[in-house]
């Protein structure tokens, strides 16, 4: 039992690591995405609770989004579309109150889009050190869900902008404190916003049961 419980430590601990590295040089190397390994990937795709034809919806209104809302605001402006399950998350920065207004609508007229949360900070695009600070914080915040026992953290969306993070998910209240605990904990958070969409305990154990013989509980 014990050997047992050390080699899934040893799993746990260098996923962790590559999980944050790999945040590391995605915002060095400006990377769309990183193969962490077929183990961390596979998990990763089990443990999304949206259908299939919503992931693939979330893509194409990240896609429209990116491109309507730069053909109304600034090309120097930063903003970042983050779409879950149908519910899009803006980050960022824009110059204007009236850009800030601007990519919002655009984003909410999109075919598809259930709500927007504006989250658009007004003033200059943070810098590329502010930027790298945030990809490590949001490495370091899915590597300590790893350490978490009882805690599906691969179903939670991290995203980080100006060391506020941002946590989208469908997951139970339950989960979603656990998950901002966690994230609260982890050094250079400035805050944590929880931008869930709640289900059921009794909806939980049938999407976990789907992928988990013992869930947790």
């Known amino acids: 039992m014990m050997d047992l419980k050390?080699?899934?430590?040893?799993?746990?601990?260098?996923?962790?690591?590559?999980?944050?590295?790999?945040?590391?040089l995605v915002s060095l190397q400006g990377c769309v995405g990183i193969m962490v390994g077929g183990a961390a990937v596979g998990a990763l795709a089990v443990t999304d609770r949206r259908t299939i034809g919503a992931q693939t919806e979330d893509k194409a209104i990240g896609f429209k989004a990116d491109s309507r809302i730069y053909s109304v605001i600034p090309q120097s402006d930063n903003v970042k579309v983050t779409s879950f399950n149908r519910k899009v998350l803006l980050t960022g920065e824009v110059r204007a109150e009236a850009s800030k207004a601007a990519a919002e609508r655009e984003v909410a007229a999109i075919e598809g889009v259930q709500s927007v949360i504006n989250e658009l900070g007004i003033g200059e695009a943070s810098s590329f050190s502010s930027r790298s600070?945030?990809?490590?914080?949001?490495?370091?915040?899915?590597?300590?869900?790893?350490?978490?026992?009882?805690?599906?953290?691969?179903?939670?969306?991290?995203?980080?902008?100006?060391?506020?993070?941002?946590?989208?998910?469908?997951?139970?209240?339950?989960?979603?404190?656990?998950?901002?605990?966690?994230?609260?904990?982890?050094?250079?958070?400035?805050?944590?916003?929880?931008?869930?969409?709640?289900?059921?305990?009794?909806?939980?154990?049938?999407?976990t049961t789907t992928t988990d013989s013992t869930p947790p509980k």
């Not at 430590?9 to 945040?23: H, K, Q, S, T």
């Not at 944590?192 to 909806?203: A, G, H």
């Open 133 to 207: 600070n945030d990809t490590l914080i949001t490495g370091k915040v899915k590597a300590s869900f790893l350490d978490q026992k009882n805690f599906y953290g691969n179903a939670v969306k991290v995203v980080t902008e100006r060391g506020i993070v941002y946590l989208m998910g469908r997951v139970t209240e339950r989960e979603g404190n656990i998950a901002a605990d966690i994230a609260r904990g982890v050094d250079g958070v400035q805050k944590v916003v929880k931008v869930f969409e709640y289900i059921s305990e009794e909806e939980y154990r049938q999407l």
């Open 6 to 24: 050390r080699s899934l430590n040893a799993v746990r601990r260098p996923m962790a690591a590559a999980l944050i590295c790999g945040a590391v």
